[in-house]
C-alpha cells in the first residue's frame, strides 16, 4: 500500500472506551486514519462497505451483531483486531499471530506491538488469515457463553454486621496493602466504606468495563461517580467526585481516559 494514510475503523458500544482506544491508536500510529466509529457489529458492517478501511479494531461482546459476527462478514478484505475485556477469547489462533487481540483496558505497550505487526503486513501486502474455522469456534463459544455477568454485590463486614453493597452504589475501590477499600453512597449522601480481603486486581476483573475503569495502580472509580476531573502536573489528573471530599489521583497511563472530558 502506497500513496495514502492507512485507515482504520474502531467498533466499541461504550462511547468512552471507543474515543479512547482512537486517542491511543494516534498515539501509537500518528500516520493512521480513523474514518468510521461503529456503536455495535451491525453498524460496524454497514461502515465498513461504505468506507472499506484497511483494518478494524472489533469490540468482541456488542449489542445485536457481535464483532465476532462482523468480522466475519468483513473476512479477509481488512486487518482484524479483536477487543476484549475477557482473556478465554484469547485462544491460541490469536497468540499465534492468525488475528491480533487487544485486552480492556488497552494498554500502549500492547496497542505498539500490535500496531507495528499491522505495518508489517500492510507492508508486505499480506492478507488477514482465512479465519472462518476460528470465527466459528468463536461464534459458537459467545452463543454457548456470553461472558461472565459482571459482579453486581460486594459482602463486606462493616463492623458487627455483614452488608451486602450494591455495586450501582460503589463510587471508586481503592487497594490498602492486603486489602482493598470500598467507598460508596456519595450521590445519596450516605458515605460508607468497608475493607474486604479480596485483592482489587481480583476485583476489577469481575466489574463492569463499561462503568469502572483502573486510574491508578491502586484505584479504580465508578464513571457514574465522577463530578469532574482536573488536569495536574506532568500529565496527570486529578477525579472529584459527585457528594464526595475524596480526591482520586490519576496516573500518567490512564490521563488519556479523560481527555475528552
Not at 476484549?84 to 485462544?91: C, E, G
Not at 491460541?92 to 494498554?107: C, H, N, S, T, W
Not at 500496531?115 to 488469515?129: E, F, G, H, N
Amino acid at each position: 500500500m502506497t500513496g495514502r494514510a492507512p485507515t482504520a475503523l474502531v467498533a466499541d458500544d461504550e462511547p468512552l472506551l471507543r474515543e479512547s482506544l482512537t486517542r491511543l491508536l494516534a498515539q501509537a500510529w500518528p500516520e493512521l486514519e480513523v474514518v468510521a466509529l461503529a456503536r455495535n457489529g451491525r453498524e460496524a458492517v454497514e461502515l465498513f462497505e461504505a468506507q472499506r478501511p484497511d483494518m478494524c479494531f472489533l469490540d468482541v461482546h456488542m449489542p445485536g451483531l457481535s464483532g465476532v459476527e462482523a468480522a466475519r462478514f468483513i473476512g479477509r478484505r481488512a486487518h482484524l483486531v479483536f477487543v476484549t475485556a475477557f482473556d478465554q477469547y484469547a485462544v491460541r489462533a490469536f497468540e499465534q499471530g492468525a488475528i491480533d487481540y487487544l485486552m480492556k483496558p488497552v494498554e500502549p505497550a500492547r496497542l505498539a506491538d500490535t500496531v507495528a505487526r499491522l505495518q508489517a503486513r500492510l507492508r508486505d501486502s499480506q492478507p488477514t488469515t482465512d479465519a472462518d474455522a476460528l470465527f466459528e469456534q468463536l461464534a459458537a463459544r459467545l452463543r454457548k457463553d456470553p461472558g461472565p455477568a459482571p459482579l453486581r454485590w460486594i459482602r463486606a463486614s462493616v463492623g458487627q454486621t455483614i452488608r451486602l453493597i450494591s455495586v450501582d452504589e460503589i463510587d471508586f475501590l481503592r487497594s490498602d496493602e492486603k486489602y482493598t477499600l470500598i467507598a460508596w453512597g456519595g450521590d445519596r449522601g450516605k458515605l460508607g466504606d468497608a475493607l474486604i480481603r479480596t485483592p482489587l486486581k481480583e476485583l476489577t476483573a469481575q466489574l463492569d468495563p463499561t462503568h469502572f475503569v483502573q486510574v491508578h495502580r491502586a484505584v479504580v472509580v465508578n464513571l457514574r461517580a465522577i463530578s469532574h476531573v482536573t488536569r495536574g502536573l506532568n500529565e496527570t489528573a486529578s477525579i472529584h467526585l459527585k457528594g464526595r471530599s475524596e480526591v482520586l489521583p490519576v496516573s500518567r497511563n490512564y490521563t488519556h481516559l479523560f481527555r475528552q472530558m
